[in-house]
C-alpha cells in the first residue's frame, strides 16, 4: 500500500473508508516482518503500541482527518530525533538506551497532526559517515547511502510512506538516489531543529524521504514553520506559498555540470543529459545551461572546514569514549582540533559568500537541475564519489531527489532539482506538474532483487 499510493491517495481512500487505519497499521507490520531481518532498518519499532494508539485516539484522530493528510499514517523518525516513546541512541553505543523524555519538536508537530510514529530508523554514527547496519535492499553488497539510510531503506521496502530525515552534506538526496526514492531537503531553517541532535550549525537541516513525489508537500506542509510569529518565513514563505498555476507558464529550467561533474562515472552523466535533452524537446519550457562560477568550487573545501571544526567541537565528550568511537569520527574531530577559531570564522564567512553567488547564479531560473549522486550506490566500505549534494546544504537552498534512471548494472540513480532558498512551493509544484504530465514517476524505482 506504501508504495502503491501516495500519501493525499491514502488520505482520500480513510475519508471515503475505502481502507481502515489499522489497515496500514497491518501493512506496516507485514512489510517489517517479511523484510527487516534483511535490510535492518529500525532501530526500535512497536507495533502494538500503535494498535492501542488508533483505539485510544480514535475519535480524535477522526476529527482531525478532516484538515491534515498525516492522519493516521505511520512515519519512520531517524535516530537523532528525540522521541519520548523511543529511546535515542543516534547510532552510537556510547548513547545506548538514552531516553530525552521529550520529543523533537517537528516529531510534536507530526503528532499533533495525526501521524503515528512507528519507530526510530537507523542512522549513521552521530549522523555522520561511519555506516550502521543498514543494508541496500538492491543490493545488499552496496551502501544505502549516509546519515539518514535506515529512513530510506523504511519507505524504499513499503514499510512506511515516509520517513524523517536530515541532512548537513548529501544525507538525504544521496541515500534517496541510492535507493531509488523521493527526498526533499528544504531551504534551510524552514524546517525546526529543537530536540534534534547537532553536528554543525549552519549546516544542519531537517527534511524527509517518500515513496511519491506528490507525498512531499502535505509533509512540508505540516512540519515546517509558518505564521507571522516567524516573520523571516513568513515574509519569504507564506505570502507566495501558492504559485499561479496556468496552462501557458513556460518553465525556466536550468541545469548545471558544477565543479564535480568530470568525476561522476559515465553513465550518470549520460542519463542527466539524456534527462535534458527530452526536457528541451517540452514546447512549454525554456530550458538552457547555467553558467557555473568558479568562486562557487571551494564549496567542499568550505563545508570541510565547517563540518570537522563544529564535529570537534560538539563531541568532545563523546571523543573519550575510545573505542566505541569509530576512526573515520575520530580523525575528523582531530582534522577539526587543528582548524583554529579564526579559519572556522573565515569559512563561515565564505559560506555566506558562496550563498550569495548560488543564489544569483539561481535568480533568473525557476528550477535547475543537476547531478544527484555521480554514480549508482558503491559497495559498502568505499567512498562515494563527490557529487553536487552538499553545494546546496552548504548554500541553503531547497533539493528535491528524483528516482529517475537505472545504472547499467540495474541500481537506481537519481538526479536533483534546486530552486533559490524559499521558493520551496514553487519546486514542488514542478516536480508535481512534470508527475502529472509524465516527465517524472509517480513513485519509487521497483526492487528487482531476488535475495529480497
Same mark, same amino acid.
Given at each position: 500500500m506504501n508504495l502503491e499510493y501516495s500519501i493525499p491517495e491514502i488520505n482520500e481512500l480513510l475519508l471515503k473508508k475505502e481502507i481502515q487505519p489499522i489497515d496500514l497499521i497491518n501493512n506496516l507490520e507485514e512489510n517489517i516482518k517479511k523484510y527487516e531481518?534483511?535490510?535492518h532498518a529500525w532501530v526500535h519499532t512497536d507495533i502494538e503500541n500503535l494498535r492501542s494508539e488508533i483505539n485510544?485516539?480514535?475519535?480524535? +484522530?477522526? #476529527?482531525? $482527518? &478532516?484538515?491534515?493528510?498525516? @492522519?493516521?499514517? =505511520?512515519?519512520?523518525i531517524k535516530d537523532i530525533f528525540n522521541t519520548k516513546v523511543f529511546p535515542t541512541e543516534m547510532g552510537s553505543l556510547t548513547w545506548k538506551d538514552f531516553t530525552p523524555g521529550n520529543n523533537a519538536r517537528v516529531v510534536d508537530l507530526l503528532i499533533q497532526e495525526g501521524a503515528l510514529i512507528a519507530g526510530k530508523t537507523v542512522t549513521a554514527e552521530f549522523a555522520v559517515h561511519? +555506516?550502521? #547496519?543498514? $543494508? &541496500?535492499?538492491?543490493?545488499? @553488497?552496496?551502501? =544505502?547511502?549516509?546519515?539518514?539510510?535506515?529512513?530510506?531503506?523504511?519507505?524504499?521496502?513499503g514499510m512506511v510512506p515516509y520517513a524523517l530525515g536530515t541532512q548537513t552534506a548529501g544525507s538525504i538526496i544521496r541515500p534517496a538516489s541510492f535507493c531509488g526514492i523521493w527526498g526533499m531537503k528544504p531551504s534551510f531553517g524552514l524546517i525546526p531543529r529543537t530536540g534534534v541532535l547537532k553536528t554543525?550549525?549552519?549546516?544542519?537541516?531537517?527534511?524527509?524521504?517518500?515513496?511519491?513525489?506528490?507525498?512531499?508537500?502535505?509533509?512540508?506542509?505540516?512540519?515546517?514553520?509558518?505564521?507571522?510569529?516567524?516573520?523571516?518565513?513568513?515574509?519569504h514563505i507564506d505570502s507566495k506559498s501558492e504559485y499561479p498555476k496556468t496552462k501557458d507558464k513556460v518553465w525556466k529550467i536550468g541545469f548545471v555540470r558544477t565543479h564535480t561533474w568530470e568525476s561522476a562515472e559515465p553513465y550518470a552523466k549520460d542519463s542527466f543529459l539524456e534527462f535534458i535533452n527530452q526536457l528541451s524537446n517540452q514546447k512549454s519550457l525554456h530550458v538552457n545551461e547555467v553558467e557555473w562560477k568558479e568562486s562557487i568550487s571551494e564549496s567542499h573545501t568550505i563545508h570541510e572546514k565547517?563540518?570537522?571544526?563544529?564535529?570537534?567541537?560538539?563531541?568532545?565528550?563523546?571523543?573519550k569514549a575510545g573505542?566505541?568511537?569509530?576512526?573515520?569520527?575520530?580523525?575528523?574531530?582531530?582534522?577539526?582540533?587543528?582548524?583554529?577559531?579564526?579559519?572556522?570564522?573565515?569559512?563561515?564567512?565564505?559560506?555566506?559568500?558562496?550563498?550569495?553567488?548560488?543564489?544569483?547564479?539561481?535568480?533568473s531560473y525557476d528550477v535547475v537541475f543537476s547531478l544527484g549522486t555521480a554514480s549508482h550506490a558503491p559497495l559498502r566500505g568505499v567512498e562515494?564519489?563527490?557529487d553536487?549534494?552538499?553545494?546546496?546544504?552548504?548554500?541553503?537552498?531547497?533539493?528535491?531527489?528524483?528516482?529517475?534512471?537505472?545504472?547499467?548494472?540495474?541500481?537506481?540513480?537519481?538526479?536533483?532539482?534546486?530552486?533559490?532558498?524559499f521558493n520551496d512551493y514553487l519546486l514542488l509544484q514542478l516536480i508535481e506538474e512534470f508527475i502529472d504530465n509524465g516527465i517524472f514517476p509517480k513513485g519509487s524505482m521497483r526492487i528487482n532483487n531476488s535475495a529480497l
Open positions: 531481518h534483511k535490510v485510544i485516539k480514535n475519535d480524535l +484522530l477522526q #476529527e482531525r $482527518i &478532516n484538515h491534515s493528510k498525516l @492522519t493516521y499514517i =505511520p512515519v519512520g561511519e +555506516l550502521n #547496519e543498514t $543494508i &541496500n535492499p538492491h543490493d545488499f @553488497t552496496r551502501t =544505502p547511502g549516509t546519515s539518514s539510510s535506515g529512513s530510506a531503506v523504511s519507505v524504499s521496502t554543525a550549525d549552519s549546516l544542519d537541516t531537517v527534511g524527509f524521504l517518500a515513496s511519491h513525489g506528490k507525498s512531499l508537500r502535505p509533509i512540508l506542509d505540516t512540519i515546517r514553520m509558518k505564521g507571522p510569529d516567524y516573520p523571516y518565513i513568513y515574509k565547517i563540518y570537522n571544526k563544529s564535529l570537534s567541537y560538539y563531541f568532545q565528550n563523546e571523543e573505542e566505541h568511537i569509530s576512526k573515520i569520527m575520530r580523525n575528523m574531530i582531530e582534522l577539526g582540533k587543528d582548524i583554529s577559531p579564526s579559519q572556522y570564522k573565515d569559512a563561515l564567512r565564505k559560506q555566506e559568500y558562496i550563498a550569495k553567488e548560488v543564489d544569483a547564479m539561481l535568480e562515494e564519489i563527490p553536487p549534494c552538499l553545494i546546496w546544504t552548504l548554500s541553503h537552498v531547497p533539493s528535491i531527489a528524483i528516482p529517475l534512471y537505472r545504472s547499467p548494472s540495474g541500481l537506481p540513480i537519481g538526479i536533483q532539482a534546486i530552486s533559490r532558498r
